[in-house]
């Protein structure tokens, strides 16, 4: 037991048990590759040394039990190490992030890191592991490395590691990845076309939520996460909640005749449960981000479901002249930055986008039936 005063009180550390066996130069030596505060059995010596190593700590204003202690943590694995960073960040993150975050380690780290402790990952280990993606998929091969390190920094502040993620020496040996683009966006005369052609096959989720998402204008996750509890029938509004919006603002989208017809469809005469996804996936739930680009692989095109955003944008600029851009701006949720125009969105701004998104409507499904 080691004696000390520590900030005017007294405090009692123990070292250990005492070493009684008789060992062999071969064990006395294998003991002695264990550092001294990490050993449980101690000859006198050893006591004495550990008891001089932990004075050092307390005169040096540092806690000599967790000194002592803090080889004795247990190092979790990466898997485990995710788990909890994932835990520890979601409450600050959407709900589509926070998912994304635990899907795309699972996926891509989890398999060649995951059983690997948190202390013993290099930079050459996450570099192997990005490899394969890294010009395939370079944009998830980015996000995967970022959450990597954000774990890898999340054990560093729990002690598990000694040092943060590694930086730019995880990228040498990998190739120049090409350079990013926007999505791949169908030019506008040709949506039409593709909606009445999508229209004539059976209708499937997938087929139904990528021509939500075209009738709206909006993000694939945002259609991914929709719920009927969103929906307000009676006033033709989808109100989507800050935390499913990118720019964390709760956002109205006004909704046409199409895209209500549609949604009448779909609930056909029951009446779902709030919480329910528009568009559920399989057991339940949410599509995956591939499920709507596979209806446009389908149909043998190489367009990004997300560039339809960028269509109804183009359109809007070119066909409706007389709508101001930052009305068409606010109808695909970007942010306005004129301060005397945006104080007309909770007004004008919503009967306008509501006369413009119709015309959307129009242009792409023409005509419209009376009856819907």
Not at 89 to 110: D, I, N, P, R, Y
Not at 196 to 201: C, E, G, M, Q, Y
Not at 244 to 259: C, G, I, P
Not at 349 to 371: G, H, Q, T, V, Y
Request: with cysteine; charged share 30%.
């Amino acid at each position: 037991m080691l004696r000390i005063q520590r900030d005017g009180k007294r405090q009692d550390i123990g070292l250990g048990s005492v070493d009684t066996s008789s060992r062999s130069p071969e064990d006395r030596r294998d003991s002695e590759k264990i550092p001294i505060l990490a050993r449980r059995h101690l000859t006198l010596a050893e006591a004495r040394d550990k008891a001089n190593e932990l004075r050092k700590f307390a005169k040096a204003g540092r806690d000599p039990i967790v000194e002592r202690d803090r080889d004795r943590r247990t190092t979790p694995t990466f898997l485990e190490a995710s788990k909890l960073a994932h835990a520890a960040f979601k409450e600050g993150w959407t709900s589509k992030h926070a998912a994304a975050f635990l899907t795309s380690l699972e996926t891509h780290a989890w398999p060649t890191l995951g059983k690997l402790k948190v202390d013993a990952i290099e930079a050459s280990d996450i570099r192997d592991m990005l490899a394969p993606i890294w010009t395939s998929k370079p944009e998830i091969a980015r996000k995967v490395r970022v959450r990597t390190s954000q774990v890898l920094n999340f054990s560093h502040s729990k002690g598990w590691r000694a040092t943060e993620a590694p930086g730019r020496s995880i990228t040498v040996g990998l190739p120049r990845q090409p350079k990013g683009g926007n999505f791949d966006a169908m030019p506008y005369a040709k949506v039409p076309a593709f909606v009445s052609d999508l229209r004539t096959k059976a209708p499937s989720t997938g087929r139904r939520a990528l021509l939500f998402l075209i009738l709206t204008a909006s993000r694939p996750g945002e259609v991914r996460f929709a719920r009927w509890g969103q929906i307000d029938f009676a006033n033709c509004d989808w109100n989507r909640p800050a935390e499913m919006m990118k720019e964390r603002d709760q956002h109205t989208v006004t909704l046409n005749a199409a895209a209500l017809a549609l949604l009448n469809e779909i609930k056909g005469d029951r009446m779902p449960k709030p919480d329910e996804l528009i568009f559920p996936g399989l057991r339940g739930k949410p599509l995956s981000d591939a499920a709507l680009n596979k209806v446009l692989r389908d149909a043998g095109l190489k367009h990004d479901s997300h560039g339809f955003r960028s269509s109804f944008r183009d359109w809007a600029a070119e066909k409706m002249p007389a709508i101001p851009d930052a009305v068409a701006e606010a109808a695909i949720s970007h942010s306005v930055p004129d301060k005397v125009v945006r104080a007309y969105k909770r007004t004008k701004f919503i009967e306008m986008r509501r006369k413009l998104l119709e015309a959307w409507s129009n242009f792409i499904i023409s005509p419209i039936s009376k009856a819907v």
